[in-house]
């Protein structure tokens, strides 16, 4: 008897993997071959090679990125915040085991320092082998790999970031706690007096308490917060939010100069992420 990993199925001699969303929703994908499937001290790692999405990283049975539009939420939780800090030379990545996104924050010579922390070394080591459209095969000699839980790891650090990015999974299993006010106090004194912080901040349309969560938690830490959108169609609903905070006031994205190359975000994106929709100035007004 054939035994699948959990999240898989096979219906009618085809694999298909189904994301148990909520009560209501499930999302389903065909899958051409496993690639890679193992447990870790923290969670069940799968690589699957998929017929939409082509090479698609799963954790516990929900999918973290894809090949197909991995890019979308690496270049937007990097090149944002980036762009806005007038100097960005150290940087922290909490989470990020893809390595798409220090593979963005790699395209700014003014960096020095990537310190990356990656609570599962599994997950890098299964996203470098069989996700080099999202990981890049990173190996910049800038990029520390860190295999700490960055729970911790924020604890000890004071005064030392420019730049810090929170990529992390949902709020459950080992990242549950990175979006707690304790977190994010932490991750406050671990910038420098002019540092900003950038963090996934979840579904606006199916995980709106989560994201007013964090704006809340965030606004009462930061002098200036900003919250920007952008679309990922692997995501539950598609459409995605990421919060800034920020020690210092935050430019005008229509002053914000971009050239890096990239895929999705450019000048025009970097303006527009940051309109957002009535119902969505609505849950904010109201938080
Ligand atoms: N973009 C994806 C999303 O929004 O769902 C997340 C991508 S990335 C793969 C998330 C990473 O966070 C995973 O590799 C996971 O192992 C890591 N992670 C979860 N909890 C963590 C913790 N407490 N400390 C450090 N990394 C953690």
Redesign the pocket.
Known sequence: MEKLPKALQRIDDELWLTEDERDNLKISYRVKKVLFEEQSP??HVMVLDTYDFGPM?V?DG????TSIDGHI??EM?SHVPLSMHPNPRDVLI?????C?VAREVCKYDSVRRIDM????EL??KA?LLHMPEVSGNLSDPRVNYIF????Q?AKEASGEYDVIIV????PV???E??FDLEFYRDLHRALKEDGLLAC?SQSPIFHQDVMVRSWDRIGTLFTHRKLYTAVVPT?PGGM?SFTIGSKRPLPDPADVRFDKDTRYCNGDVLRSCFALPAFLKEILDKA
């Open positions: 923290y969670q990283l954790l929900v999918v973290q990125t939420y690496n939780i909490i989470g990020g085991g893809d798409g922390v990656e609570i599962d997950v890098v996203s700490r839980d960055g729970l790891f990529d992390s999974s949902d299993g080992p990242a706690h990175l996934q995501y995605w």
